[in-house]
């Protein structure tokens, strides 16, 4: 395969065009030039190749995107401490509420003794501070009795009720006999 510049073809074409004008001018030159014919196999090669690359460009390209978390980063390196530090802060946090709520869940059962027992003197709060201190598995017992109690003056104030709106009932229903002998 011979390959051809563009400035031969370009002269082709040139010397094409003048043989043309020749012949429209009629004059009868007859002049045979020495054109050798490019071989065109080339540009059929050339043109399959270019149909082959549009075709690769029209297919759908699979894009596969990595993320690196690598600890050599400063920004990762830093983020990762701060998080560190911010979740230990947090479990601190929750270890000391957690001990708070737990005694005030104490006192609150404390109070609720207190207050089942009706009075207290200073042995008694003495005695009770020490079974929330050193005796923990008294206090089961303590939370027991205090829920049947406040159980028990539940039941008691709903008799109680039951009992003053039966009251009012047969008072009533007296004013009514009264009433209803005052005009027969």
């Known amino acids: 395969m011979r390959n051809i510049e563009i400035n031969e073809v370009y002269t082709l074409f040139e010397e094409i065009k003048k043989l043309i004008k020749k012949g429209n001018d009629n004059t009868p030159t007859v002049v045979q030039p020495e054109i050798e014919l490019p071989d065109l196999s080339v540009i059929n090669e050339l043109t399959d190749k270019l149909q082959e690359t549009i075709e690769e460009v029209r297919r759908p390209a699979k894009t596969e995107c990595h993320h690196i978390f690598s600890i050599a980063s400063n920004k990762i390196f830093f983020s990762v401490i701060g998080i560190g530090v911010a979740l230990l802060v947090c479990m601190f946090m929750i270890y000391y509420q957690r001990e708070e709520i737990a005694s005030y869940k104490d006192n609150d059962l404390k109070y609720r003794y207190v207050k089942m027992q009706g009075t207290t003197t200073p042995d008694g709060i003495e005695y009770l501070e020490n079974v929330f201190d050193y005796k923990r598995d008294s206090i089961k017992i303590i939370r027991k009795q205090v829920e ?21 009932e047969a008072e009533r229903l007296r004013r009514e006999a009264e009433n209803l002998k005052r005009n027969k």
């Open 148 to 168: 049947q109690y406040e159980k028990a003056v539940l039941a008691e104030a709903k008799r109680l009720e039951q009992a003053r709106l039966k009251e009012q």
